[in-house]
């Protein structure tokens, strides 16, 4: 999907469903995602996630009563790699995506609007551990994209990051909390 496409698309969603955030809500909800780069800015942090079965950005659900989709972020980021020194390189949205979130015994499938942030890890001694979500964690550079990486949304964050393109702010879902 084109980023404006998805833009309109995601802003309706928002507008649309005042609960936007709630996991409950049956077509889906907001997420929130990380794009980690190393303390010096030249590697991304990427899951192999267990249910996905993709290399991907660490990320997941804002957490009941909480709509700040950056706090959710860092924590996720935090969470997903064990890494506590995290701190934002800007508040406003790196990315968006829309995407099907697949079915399982628990929930039907459903649409993530996710919302991806640009993070860093701070402390170049701190050790990443993987946690229960994923099968395995790793740093990667640019110039390795094309041997891991399948999934178009994590390749346009690649191009993304690389050339520096924001699309909208994170101030345009501030009145959901």
Known sequence: ME???CKSKFLSFVEENERCFDRSLSEGHVTASAWLLSHDQSKVLLTHHRKLNLWIQLGGHCEEGDA???SAAV???REESGLFSIEALRTDLFDIDIHLFPA???VPAHFHYDVRFLLRATDPEEKILISEESNQLKWIEFHDLGQ???DPSVIRLFLKWKRSDFICTHSQLA???
Request: hydrophobic share 35%; no cysteine.
């Open 3 to 5: 980023d404006g496409a």
């Open 68 to 70: 700040d989709p950056l």
């Open 75 to 77: 924590r996720e980021a």
């Open 104 to 106: 399982s015994l628990k």
């Open 148 to 150: 891991l990486i399948t």
């Open 175 to 177: 009145d959901k909390r």
